[in-house]
């Protein structure tokens, strides 16, 4: 079984879209976060939301907008796509609050590619 | 403020030879540090933790990490190294209260058989 998922993999799209990427997770946990992998692998996390709750909002632009539905789910909307937002989107979740001890486990990520 | 560096953009060991991947940090409490691997087109595995006890740590596949806060360091190790091993390995931390992990850039491992 898929710890944490997302969809979809690879997402192709035109400068000026707006598109969303999904990702959950079965393992029971509170804390779910995005980060994104840029060109040269350096990763960075963008959101945290712990039940439901955001809790970290790095410096993102307000285009990239995240949603949580429930604990379990950890949508990224994102508006006027831009070529500078092509990454890899990576999902993650762990079992207690961002500033805990507890792993973070990462989801395959999403490939965005903005032509 | 916390920071983590990978000082090694690329390690290259032959099979069978061990292996370290070396890691460094800043933090301005007590830290908590990660290694995690990623696979080619993957997400990140998460491999070890150091949070408090024990300065060597044992994980996955083999891999262990010493933690020495005299040097601020926190290396991945691996007695014998495999052609599978061969993936981009990241170093993170967190300092004590604060909310997120902070990422090394990365170092690729490459194994030659």
């Known amino acids: 079984d898929t710890a944490v998922s997302q969809t979809p993999k690879y997402l192709v799209t035109q400068m000026g879209n707006d598109k969303s990427i999904k990702c959950e997770q079965n393992l029971g946990h509170d804390t779910m976060y995005w980060y994104k992998q840029d060109s040269k692998k350096f990763l960075k996390i963008m959101f945290s939301?712990?039940?439901?709750?955001?809790?970290i909002n790095e410096t993102v632009p307000n285009r990239f907008s995240p949603k949580s539905p429930d604990k379990a789910h950890l949508n990224l909307h994102i508006n006027s796509l831009e070529l500078g937002d092509s990454a890899v989107y990576f999902c993650?979740?762990?079992?207690?609050?961002?500033?805990?001890?507890?792993?973070?486990?990462f989801g395959p990520g999403t490939r965005l590619t903005v032509l | 403020a916390q920071s983590v560096a990978q000082p090694e953009d690329q390690v290259n060991v032959a099979e069978g030879n061990p292996l370290t991947v070396k890691c460094t940090y800043s933090v301005s409490g007590n830290p908590y540090l990660f290694w995690y691997v990623q696979y080619p087109n993957r997400g990140l595995q998460f491999l070890l933790k150091y949070i408090t006890g024990d300065n060597l740590v044992k994980g996955s596949y083999g891999f262990e990490a010493e933690f020495n806060k005299s040097q601020t360091s926190f290396h991945l190790k691996k007695p014998s190294a495999l052609v599978s091993d061969s993936a981009l390995y990241f170093c993170?931390?967190?300092?004590?209260?604060?909310?997120?992990?902070?990422f090394g850039t990365g170092t690729r491992l490459t194994v030659i058989p």
């Open positions: 939301y712990n039940n439901k709750e955001l809790i």
């Open positions: 993170a931390v967190r300092d004590w209260g604060a909310n997120n992990l902070f």
């Open positions: 993650a979740s762990s079992q207690g609050i961002a500033g805990s001890t507890d792993t973070q486990y």
